[in-house]
C-alpha cells in the first residue's frame, strides 16, 4: 500500500511539471521566436519479487514478477522547430528563414536568438531590445568587401557609413538619334550638348560636344571642344593661355546605311570612344587624374528628331562621377548584407549579418529574453559564424519569427495531463482508505 501511494506521489509530481511546462508553453504563445517544450516519463524501476525461469522437460518457463515503483521525468525537450512568419514591415525586423540563430552579445559573452525584432541605439549600434549587439561580419575600407573573420558588432550608423566618398568621372556616355537631314547638323553649324563631369573632388563641371555632318555621308564628326571645361554655375575654367581642354578631342562616328547604327572597326570598339583629357600634364588642372572616356556607340541615325544627350557613366551606370553623398536610407538583403542608398545616388555595403548554427541546436540552454546559449550537448561556436544563405537559408526582411506553440496540441495535453494527476491522486485517496481499513482491523 505504501508502494502504491509513493507511485501516485511520483504520478502526481511529474504530471505538475508537464502542466508548468505546458502553461509556459501557452504563456507564451505570442512570444516572438518562441521555442516550446515537451515533457516525457519514464518509469523510475521495478521490484522484483520473483526472476525469471527457463522451460525443462517437466515444467515450461517463467517471466519475472516486477512491480513498479512509479514514474519519473524522462526529458524537458526544447522543440526548435520553425515558427510562423508574421509580417511587420519594419525594416529591421528579420526572419531566419531554414536553420541558424542570430548572434548577440553582452558583458557575458555570446548568445543567441531566433528573434529578429531589432533596432538601432542611439549611436547606430544594431541592437535587440533589451541592448545586446547583434553581431556580424563588418567591410573592408580599402576593398568594400566584406571580411568574414571574428564577428563584431555591426554599427549601421558609423562615422564611416554616415557618407560616402566623392568620385572622380571615368567614364560617359553620348546616345540618342541624329537625324541625317536635320539642317543643325551642318558643319558650319553643329549640334551642342553638356557632358556632366565630376573631379576627384566631387565638384561638378561641364564640357561642350559638338556633333556635325562631314563630307562623307552617313558620318558624322564627334567632337569635344577645347576650352569648353566650366565649373556649376557656367564660369569657365580655362583661359586662352591655358584652355582646358588644350585641344579638340574628336572622332567620326559611321553609321551602317542597312541599321542605322555605328560601325565599329576596331574589335574592342575602342573608335567609337573619345578620350578626354584634363589632367596636369597637359592643362594645369590636377583635379583629373585620368583621362574620361566618352562612348558614342549607342548613337542611331533613324528617320525622327535629333535627341542626343549625354550623360556620366558607361551603359552599366560605371564610371559616373559623384559628389559626396549622405547615408539616406538602407536595407538589409537575404543575404544579411547591408546596403546603405546615398544622396548621391551610390549604394555601399555596410556590413553582413552572420549566424550560427549548431549539431544539436536543441542541446542550447534558455536564459531568458528569447536568447540560448551553448552547452557541452549543444556544439561549440567558432566566433566566425556562417552566411545565412550557405545552408539554403535566407534572411526574410519586414517579418518576425512567431512562437511554434500549437495551442491544440498544448490544450489536449493539458486535458491528458489533468486526467493524469487527477488518477494519481485516486491512488493517493485509494492507498489512505486501506491502510485506514487495516488500522481498523485491531477493533
Excluded at 508502494?3 to 501516485?8: A, E, F, K, N
Excluded at 536635320?182 to 559638338?210: F, M, W
Excluded at 564627334?222 to 575654367?237: C, E, H, Q, V
Aim: glycine share 12%.
Amino acid at each position: 500500500m505504501m508502494r502504491s501511494m509513493y507511485s501516485g506521489v511520483s504520478g502526481l509530481r511529474i504530471h505538475q511539471t508537464r502542466m508548468d511546462v505546458i502553461g509556459n508553453n501557452i504563456a507564451n504563445v505570442n512570444t516572438t521566436g518562441f521555442k516550446s517544450g515537451r515533457v516525457t516519463f519514464n518509469e523510475i524501476f521495478s521490484q522484483t519479487l520473483q526472476g525469471a525461469s527457463g522451460a525443462s522437460e517437466s515444467i515450461g518457463g517463467r517471466n519475472p514478477m516486477q512491480v513498479g515503483l512509479g514514474a519519473n521525468i524522462s526529458s524537458i525537450d526544447t522543440l526548435m522547430t520553425e515558427g510562423a512568419a508574421q509580417r511587420t514591415d519594419n525594416p529591421l525586423d528579420m526572419k531566419i528563414e531554414g536553420d541558424g540563430f542570430f548572434i548577440v552579445k553582452d558583458g557575458g559573452g555570446f548568445k543567441f536568438t531566433r528573434a529578429g525584432a531589432f533596432r538601432l541605439d542611439e549611436v547606430g549600434n544594431l541592437c535587440n531590445p533589451e541592448g545586446l549587439n547583434v553581431m556580424g561580419w563588418r567591410t573592408d575600407p580599402t576593398t568594400g568587401n566584406i571580411v568574414k573573420d571574428k564577428v563584431n558588432s555591426i554599427k549601421i550608423l558609423s562615422p564611416e557609413n554616415m557618407y560616402s566618398d566623392p568620385s572622380m568621372t571615368k567614364n560617359a556616355t553620348v546616345s540618342g538619334n541624329i537625324q541625317k537631314n536635320d539642317p543643325n547638323l551642318d558643319s558650319a553649324k553643329g549640334v551642342y550638348r553638356q557632358v556632366p563631369i565630376y573631379d576627384s573632388l566631387g565638384y561638378k563641371y561641364t564640357v561642350d560636344l559638338k556633333i556635325c555632318q562631314t563630307a562623307t555621308a552617313n558620318e558624322f564628326d564627334i567632337r569635344i571642344m577645347a576650352n569648353s571645361l566650366k565649373d556649376k554655375d557656367g564660369n569657365k575654367i580655362g583661359s586662352a593661355s591655358n584652355p582646358i581642354p588644350a585641344t579638340d578631342a574628336n572622332k567620326t562616328a559611321t553609321f551602317d546605311v542597312n541599321t542605322g547604327k555605328v560601325v565599329s572597326s576596331a574589335a574592342d570598339g575602342s573608335d567609337t570612344r573619345l578620350e578626354l583629357t584634363l589632367g596636369a600634364t597637359t592643362t594645369g588642372f590636377s583635379k583629373f587624374s585620368t583621362p574620361i572616356k566618352i562612348d558614342f556607340s549607342n548613337l542611331t541615325l533613324f528617320d525622327g528628331k535629333t535627341t542626343v544627350e549625354a550623360v556620366g557613366g558607361d551603359e552599366d551606370g560605371l564610371g559616373a562621377g559623384a559628389p559626396a553623398g549622405k547615408l539616406s536610407s538602407f536595407e538589409i538583403g537575404t543575404d544579411g548584407k547591408i546596403l546603405g542608398k546615398y544622396s548621391n545616388s551610390k549604394t555601399k555595403i555596410l556590413g553582413q549579418i552572420a549566424v550560427a548554427n549548431f549539431q544539436n541546436p536543441a542541446g542550447l540552454q534558455k536564459v531568458g529574453n528569447n536568447l540560448f546559449q551553448v552547452t557541452s550537448n549543444s556544439g561549440e561556436f567558432d566566433g566566425i559564424g556562417k552566411e545565412v544563405t550557405e545552408d539554403g537559408g535566407s534572411l526574410n526582411g519586414g517579418v518576425l519569427e512567431m512562437s511554434n506553440v500549437d495551442l491544440s496540441r498544448e490544450f489536449t495535453d493539458m486535458i491528458t495531463t489533468q486526467r493524469g494527476f487527477q488518477a494519481n491522486s485516486r491512488i493517493i485517496t485509494a492507498s489512505d482508505e486501506m491502510l485506514q481499513e487495516l488500522v481498523n482491523l485491531k477493533r
